[in-house]
């Protein structure tokens, strides 16, 4: 007795999907890295750290689009290893899901945070990825207040855990580091999220 055979079921776009999605977040993590590193290096080595003057200068018309440079300058190798890991892992957190939507919250970040720096900030030159950093654990937290679907929930839950040490930062201090830039990156991913990800996708408002 002969049956005729089944045709195999077709492979779900799924998994190869995710694994585009994975790699496209690996990639831009990387070039980010990348940049910010290389940056320094020609800073350190080719200009004695005279670029560190394109940091903000708050109140500085002339100056207001530093808050564009700002966040990829670092005072030095040792300012620069501290936010590596922080920026890499939260970098990748905040792409693996979209990196079109990465790129949109980190210009919401860098636009929203720089420019509360240079309006309120002390008197000082501001850089540093530290605003990035903070700017994108608050986006995770608010993607996964706003979406409320299980993967935005893991993903803010696994953020506060390895990084919600950090929040202290964004509290006044004195000395050298800018709490600003904490404080006002936080603000920063808190307005991408919303902006990005306020509407969670099956909800509807009746007037």
Do not use: C, K
């Amino acid at each position: 007795m002969t049956r005729p055979r089944l045709p195999a079921p077709a492979p779900s776009p799924l998994p190869a999907q995710r694994r585009s999605q994975v790699a496209q977040a690996g990639v831009v993590t990387a070039l980010l890295l990348a940049g910010v590193w290389v940056q320094e290096l020609v800073d350190l080595f080719a200009f004695g750290g005279a670029l560190d003057a394109f940091g903000i200068d708050p109140r500085s018309p002339a100056r207001f689009w530093h808050i564009f440079t700002a966040p990829f300058l670092h005072d030095g190798l040792p300012h620069l290893i501290a936010n590596t890991a922080p920026l890499a892992v939260l970098a990748f957190m905040s792409a693996v899901r979209s990196v079109g939507r990465f790129l949109a919250a980190t210009f919401v970040i860098v636009l929203v945070g720089g420019a509360l720096v240079w309006l309120l900030g002390r008197d000082a030159i501001h850089l540093g990825a530290s605003l990035l950093v903070f700017g994108y654990l608050a986006y995770l937290l608010g993607v996964g207040w706003w979406e409320r679907t299980p993967a935005a929930i893991g993903i803010a839950l696994l953020a506060l855990l390895l990084y919600g040490g950090i929040l202290w930062g964004v509290l006044p201090s004195g000395g050298a580091v800018s709490w600003e830039a904490h404080l006002y990156g936080f603000v920063g991913g808190i307005v991408a999220a919303l902006l990005i990800h306020g509407r969670r996708p099956g909800v509807r408002r009746r007037a």
